[in-house]
């Protein structure tokens, strides 16, 4: 069984400009996550996909970052403009419906800004 | 609103035994789970509780107290590989996640 897609794997931008990263959560999976993990920290969630719609988004700085999940399988976050802040690594992730259920993370998407 | 605590560091020697602890206070609770990450890779999934207790699964044990939001991962025989972030996760309305543990496992 595949496992959960990124791209890309890593990406090194100058502030103010922008960025994009792709998920494919695990066929059969319509719970999809954004995390955010700074290093030497634990992942932070950004928003949280229930097929198309919004489950949870309240950590998400909205001023500058985006994301969309339009057909209720791959999804996209988007930056802009990036802050230096921002380096870190983005990990999608995506688990069956339900409260409980194993949620398995994609090797992730490592952003440098400087 | 979620809080998880777990200690920043541990080290151990290998064949020792391990436990690495976690408490948390949440607003609804769906379970725990602990997830190991090697450096600069993603988490992979070790244990998940639900109800008060031990789940043992090989070398690795997680226990859970709901009345006392606790729980503890138990690592035995370690080994070298198992030097890693050992990450607690409680499933509330999302799934929020500590700080994590690092473990450095020594010869």
């Known amino acids: 069984e595949a496992g959960v897609a990124q791209s890309p794997r890593y990406k090194i931008i100058e502030k103010r400009q922008s960025v994009a990263f792709w998920c494919n959560p695990i066929?059969?999976?319509?719970?999809l996550y954004w995390y955010q993990q700074i290093l030497g920290q634990g992942p932070k969630l950004l928003i949280q996909?229930?097929?198309?719609?919004?489950?949870?988004d309240s950590q998400l700085p909205k001023d500058r970052f985006s994301a969309e999940r339009l057909k209720g399988v791959d999804s996209t976050l988007k930056i802009q403009p990036a802050k230096l802040e921002d380096s870190a690594v983005y990990l999608c992730?995506?688990?069956?419906?339900?409260?409980?259920?194993?949620?398995?993370f994609g090797e992730g998407s490592w952003l440098t800004v400087v | 609103g979620q809080n998880i605590d777990q200690p920043t560091e541990m080290t151990a020697t290998e064949g020792a035994i391990v436990q690495i602890n976690c408490t948390y206070q949440?607003?609804?609770?769906?379970?725990l789970f602990w997830y190991q990450q090697h450096a600069g890779e993603a988490p992979t999934f070790l244990s998940y509780n639900v109800l008060d207790g031990l789940e043992e699964k090989g070398r690795f044990s997680s226990f859970l107290s709901r009345s006392k939001g606790y729980s503890y991962l138990l690592l035995k025989e370690l080994q070298m590989k198992d030097s890693a972030s050992y990450l607690c996760?409680?499933?509330?309305?999302?799934?929020?996640f500590g700080k994590g543990t690092t473990l450095s496992v020594s010869s």
């Open positions: 992730a995506s688990s069956l419906v339900g409260a409980g259920n194993t949620i398995y």
């Open positions: 996909f229930q097929n198309n719609g919004v489950v949870d």
């Open positions: 066929s059969g999976h319509a719970t």
């Open positions: 996760a409680v499933a509330g309305t999302a799934l929020i």
């Open positions: 949440t607003s609804g609770f769906n379970g």
